[in-house]
């Protein structure tokens, strides 16, 4: 019997605290490393959108005061400052619903100052351990 076999043109992943580092969690949190709050512009707000036809997340530094602003909690770890944003609203509202944490891959930040946020290409990571220590262990697709 012959097998039909596809080459997978990926490779392990490793993030070092030099790249931008997105996670997205089953309680609908997101944690930016500091080189994502850095290339985002240090928000101490963000807003967010979602293309659904491209299954794409935008976050947009804002100030304080804006509508629709999600605070930015900020932490100091070893790399640097680190954030997470409560955004179970925005993820309800459009249906975002990750069974497990997921990584963002490719994070880039457009002209408009809006960080791309890819959902078809996220990948799933084991636990927190995973953001703790060394993300070494990110493995198979997500959404």
Not at 60 to 71: D, E, G, L
Not at 89 to 99: L, M, V, W
Not at 100 to 117: E, K, P, S
């Amino acid at each position: 019997m012959m097998n039909d076999w596809t080459e997978f043109k990926g490779a392990p992943m490793k993030v070092s605290m030099l790249s931008p580092w997105v996670t997205l969690g089953t309680k609908k949190d997101f944690y930016l490393n500091a080189k994502a709050l850095d290339i985002l512009g240090l928000p101490d707000t963000v807003r967010f959108f979602f293309d659904s036809a491209r299954n794409i997340i935008g976050i947009r530094k804002v100030i304080s005061t804006a509508a629709n602003a999600f605070p930015v909690k900020k932490e100091e770890r070893g790399s640097g400052t680190a954030g997470r944003i409560e955004a179970s609203p925005f993820c309800t509202a459009f249906s975002i619903k990750p069974p497990y944490r997921i990584a963002f891959q490719d994070i880039h930040v457009d002209d408009d100052g809006m960080m791309i946020l890819n959902l078809t290409t996220a990948t799933r990571i084991n636990g927190r351990k995973a953001w703790t220590r060394g993300r070494q262990n990110v493995k198979t697709p997500a959404i």
